[in-house]
């Protein structure tokens, strides 16, 4: 869409933001082209909120002398305030995105805390899409763009656990898979994620899935990481194991003799 066209239609636009698999701005139903300077600023108040102009200008232009940074941010927002209407507003020496403004950001945000607070989701299906959405701003090096990444990664990381747990809870165990491989995907390395697939696992009566799972697992961290997991993890396939080895052992002796 051409941003003239949205600064003298004098309509007021309904505006969303994707941060998500890759940057875009629509206005309604429609893409728009946005410069990287004006992006980045616009995403830098998606994702921390209300600034002062000195911290933004800091944040975006570090390399810059102070007058530079300034001169940089004040540019960015008459292209903003000019060519996209409704996307900012300020008040003195502070600014934001507009209030209507959706993000996808806010809405995993707001998701992930509902289920790190134990409060229940409004929809597994729509939490489980949210949740398994790909990386933020992909490409991004900036400082400040690594650091909010880092951060909902683990809050989306955490979220999908405690959705497992729910879910297996409630014998939704279907909802309770997608949820716990979710945790998996995302960071393969975590123990925590791999104990609530085995939980799983275990709840749907797939005992060699779970000492499959223990086993890839536990090689995996001693190869790349050279550590040996945790008794948590070793307790809830014990059980298993002694079974195996009481069922085995009989045979053994008899195959010796």
Do not use: K
Not at 45 to 71: I, K, M, T, Y
Not at 92 to 105: C, E, K, N, S
Not at 114 to 126: G, I, N, V, Y
Not at 136 to 150: F, S, V
């Amino acid at each position: 869409m051409d941003s003239e066209a949205i600064a003298i239609s004098g309509h007021g636009p309904r505006w969303s933001l994707r941060l998500f698999d890759g940057w875009q701005l629509r206005c309604d139903d429609a893409a728009v082209v946005v410069a990287y300077r004006e992006r980045r600023l616009i995403s830098l108040l998606a994702l921390q909120g209300e600034r002062p102009r000195s911290h933004l200008a800091g944040l975006l232009w570090p390399e810059s002398d102070e007058s530079r940074a300034h001169g940089n941010l004040r540019a960015a927002v008459w292209r903003i305030q000019h060519l996209l209407v409704g996307v900012l507003q300020e008040s003195p020496g502070m600014m934001t995105l507009a209030p209507d403004v959706h993000v996808d950001v806010h809405e995993l945000r707001t998701l992930a805390h509902r289920l790190t607070a134990d409060e229940e989701p409004p929809d597994t299906a729509h939490a489980l899409q949210v949740l398994r959405r790909g990386t933020l701003l992909p490409g991004w090096y900036d400082d400040w763009a690594l650091e909010e990444r880092e951060q909902l990664h683990q809050l989306r990381l955490r979220a999908l656990e405690n959705l497992a747990d729910r879910l297996l809870e409630r014998d939704q165990l279907d909802g309770a898979l997608q949820a716990a491989m979710g945790a998996v995907s995302l960071e393969p390395l975590r123990e925590s994620a791999h104990r609530a697939l085995i939980r799983v696992h275990l709840r749907d009566g797939n005992h060699v899935e779970a000492v499959r799972v223990y086993r890839t697992f536990r090689e995996r961290l001693n190869d790349e990481l050279g550590i040996s997991v945790s008794p948590l993890i070793v307790d809830l396939v014990r059980p298993l194991q002694t079974a195996t080895e009481r069922h085995n052992g009989p045979q053994q002796l008899r195959r010796r003799h």
